[in-house]
Each structure stands twice: as structure tokens, then as C-alpha cells.
């Protein structure tokens, strides 16, 4: 497993609705779709492909610094989970 560099943070989970398996992400550098990320929170990590993002509710296919993106997560995750671009 590679070890991710803090210059690789993409984002933060800022929110996560469970039933639906969403992550909230507020974007610190450009996310897009078919992106390989790695949630990490403590000893609790996964790599995943982003397979869809929404943007206020519209699907997009990259989000920007600053902005906050909805991705379908394959674990559940938490809020303040790091996001990093793998």
C-alpha cells in the first residue's frame, strides 16, 4: 500500500447520510470522475474509483477547490475523513 502525501489531499468528508452511502466532500483541489481516492480517518482507510459526483444535486464530472461534491462511497466513512488522490 502507498502512502499517501499530505500535497495529495483532494478534500475532507464534511458530511455522510449511511442509508444512502454518500460522502459529502468540500474540495480542496480538482476531484473528477474515474479519480482513484483513498478515504483515511485514524486507523480506518479505503481506496475507491469515484464513479459519480453531484453537484447541488446535478451530476457532474469534476468539482473544484471550494466546492462541495456529493460521492457514493463503497464503506461507510465519517465526517472529517481525509480524502486523498491516489
Known amino acids: 500500500m502507498r502512502i499517501v502525501d499530505k500535497k495529495d489531499l ?3 468528508v464534511i458530511h455522510f447520510y449511511d442509508k444512502i452511502s454518500v ?19 485514524g486507523e480506518h482507510s479505503f481506496e475507491q474509483i469515484i464513479e459519480s ?3 447541488e444535486h446535478e451530476q457532474v ?3 473544484k477547490k471550494g466546492q462541495e461534491v456529493a460521492v457514493k462511497t463503497e464503506k461507510e466513512t465519517k465526517s ?5 488522490l491516489v
Open 10 to 12: 483532494a478534500g475532507k
Open 23 to 41: 460522502a459529502v466532500i468540500k474540495i480542496e483541489k480538482t476531484l473528477k470522475v474515474g479519480d482513484k481516492v483513498k478515504f483515511e480517518h
Open 80 to 84: 472529517g475523513t481525509l480524502v486523498y
Open 53 to 55: 459526483m453531484q453537484l
Open 61 to 63: 464530472l469534476q468539482g
